[in-house]
């Protein structure tokens, strides 16, 4: 490789440093003051990673400029451990009297050993004797300058474990714990970077690769405030690697084997031969490979990993469990007792979750342990606690969410009810990926905070009971919907009893009382046609007013029997698929003679190859015939009546649009009762019957009519049904 090329890979090395000011940028934080110092810390550590790729140059660079490059390089190393230490200041809760103490000698002792670079001044003093030993300048300036990185970054260390050991199992416990293996990597890093032999560069090359991945962490750290648990990290980590390494030595030995054996074949083997032997070792190859592959993961997840795979034997037990389950709030009395027996707290909630509207999640309790009365919790949907809730399965703890910067726009009336509650950890249950509890504990007995076993079992229980919860919730739903469609149901049927019970009232009714109330009339009639017999002029005349008399009144009473009777024939609908243009058709030839008479023409169109409904082809065919009745007999001599079927939607209708006397505006909606008397142009104009009984007809199948007119200039009416959709 020349020096070219190793130029221009060690050349990446500080771009991933500007790299990671770029991400973080991107990432929007928050804390400005806090993204400033780590992009200070990031370019330090730049500037030093830099420095390595000087040796690459070859004749491109000058002798001053590697020399002057190399000195910079030096003091850029110091100098990120210094800003490290002002970076904690900010990232962390540290106390500020020793820190501050720490920084100011990091950066007397960083200033101090500029003047006594021997690089920079060289023989600003002779050397001297101290107990035996000679003293050079160098050996005073390497002192003074290790110590200036060396004692930031113990005093970072001291204040991050400090705080580490104070806190509990928390989200926040991870930052800090993340943020001493920056501590701990730079340490190493600069370590590497501090030995400089003539000709041997690699343990800086060394020294940068672990400064970015010390970087790296604490980017991350401060760019995301959901990482995981570092032990749990630090253990899968380990177990994948093994097991990769496991099988790349296994693969390397089975290659290794296969080329010796194919170069000891003699040397008249033919190539069928060989193929077939590669055939039949690639083939063993793959088996091995399978079985060896699922055994050493196997293995290595039981060394590393103990607790996963009991927790997904469990997990799987339960998930396949069947049976009859308790109502949820049995089932959470029993888990809430088992969390009491197994994490020693007697201060438990169970709540269940909704989706409220507008994204909102709903938390309504279930069962507590000491019988409190709580209210429901609504988490809008910005709210950070909602958000982590359906997104993590990590418990959320209090401390977080009183001191992380992700909490800080959290609305304050859920603060304070939070707050109000007194609990420390709410832990998420999930089935699968919808969130179905939350888990709200208080303080243990003991007053003891929650460790990281507690949190493992916690896990192990709540995948116990997720998949348990949601189907006791799903077996209560559809009990309830059961229960709702019966009573439904129940009442329907008692409706419909009724109802047709009432029908067959009315019709008794109806066939009773007609002939009563006609029996007087005919009565009357015979009397009255008895005096018109005599020649007595005034009697005659008399005679003759009380018939008239008698006509107008008999005439309503007829009237009424005529709509009774026509009323009674809607008690049965036939349904069944017809075809509304035709029903239409049917109507136009049937009223042709009408409109002949009085020379209006009907247009009939049709605009969709879809017209089929679901309804009795006899009353849809009277509510048609009703309103293109009244369009034929309300127009004007010589006018216009259009009929059109056509699609709208999943509606099909029938408009039919006239060139009559119109409906004057404040009467347009009584139409439909069958009172309104309209009169227009000096023309008597009634509704009758005909209209309320198009609408009875087309809203028991499911439509709805519409009328529109222009007093004067016509009316348009429409009728709109359901589209039937055919298999």
Known sequence: ?????????????????????????????????????????L?????????????????????DLIYSWGVVGNYALSLTAVLLLYTTFTFLPTPRGFGRIGLALSLLLWGLSIPLDPNIW?????????????????????????????????????????????????????????????????????????????????????????????????????????LPDLQLSLRQLLSRIVSGLIVFGLTWGAITLLVRAVRNLPENTPQNGEILLLLVAAALFVGLFTLVS???????????????????????????????????????????????????????????????????????????????TLQPLPLSKSSPVNQFLRQNHVPLVQYDIDTLEKFADMPEAERMLLESWGRVLYKPLHAGDSLIGVLALGLKTSGGTYDQPDYD????????????????????????????????????????????????????????????????????????????????????????????????????????????????MRNAFNFQVVQLDEIAQQVVRNLRAMAEARRVVVEFTTTTSHTTVLGDEDQLSEAVQHVLHNAIKFNKIGGVVQVECGLVGSDLFLRVVDTGVGIPPERLEEIWSGLAKLKANGNGRSAGMGLALTKFIVSAHGGRVDAQSKYGAGSVFTIYLPLHFED
């Open 1 to 41: 490789m020349t020096l070219t090329q190793q130029f221009l890979i060690l050349l990446t090395l500080p771009l991933s440093f500007i790299g990671m000011i770029v991400y973080l940028w991107r990432a929007r934080l928050k804390r400005r003051p806090l993204f400033l110092r780590w992009s200070l810390t």
């Open 43 to 63: 370019l330090s550590a730049a500037v030093w990673a830099s420095s390595v790729i000087r040796f690459f140059g070859g004749n491109n660079f000058s002798v």
């Open 122 to 226: 060289p023989n600003a003093f002779p050397d001297f004797i101290l107990l035996g030993q000679s003293i050079r300048q160098f050996d005073i300036w390497a002192s003074v300058w290790i110590t200036s990185w060396v004692l930031p970054a113990v005093a970072t260390w001291m204040l991050t474990q400090k705080l580490n050991s104070n806190l509990p199992p928390s989200l926040f416990r991870n930052q800090v714990q993340y943020w001493l293996v920056v501590v701990l990597l730079l340490a190493i890093g600069s370590s590497l970077g501090s030995v400089q032999q003539l000709g041997q560069t690699g343990w800086q090359q060394a020294g940068v690769l672990v400064m970015m991945l010390a970087a790296l962490t604490g980017t991350i750290s401060l760019a995301s405030t959901t």
């Open 294 to 372: 699922r055994f050493i993961t196997g293995l290595s997840r039981r060394i590393f990993l103990p607790g996963t795979l009991g927790r997904e034997a469990v997990t799987e037990e339960f998930s396949n469990a069947v049976g009859n389950l308790p109502e949820p709030v049995q089932l959470g009395q029993l888990f809430l007792r088992l969390v009491q027996a197994n994490l020693a707290t007697d201060e438990a909630w169970l709540f269940t979750t909704d989706d409220g509207p507008a994204g909102r999640l709903v938390l309504r309790p279930l069962a507590t342990l000491d019988n409190r």
């Open 457 to 568: 079992l916690l896990d192990k229980m709540a995948r116990q009971i997720s998949p348990l919860l949601a189907q006791a919730q799903n077996i209560t739903s559809l009990r309830q919907i059961n229960e709702y469609v019966f009573q439904k149901n129940q009442t329907l049927t008692r409706d419909k009893q009724h109802l047709q019970e009432l029908v067959a009232l009315y019709s008794q009714f109806v066939d009773l009382i007609s002939p009563e109330l006609r029996r007087p009339f005919n009565t009357l009639t015979r009397e009255v046609q008895q005096l018109q017999t005599k020649e007595d002029a005034t009697t005659m005349k008399l005679a003759s007013q009380i018939d008239q008399q008698i006509s107008e009144i008999k005439l309503p009473i007829e009237k009424l029997i005529n709509i009774s009777s026509r009323i009674q």
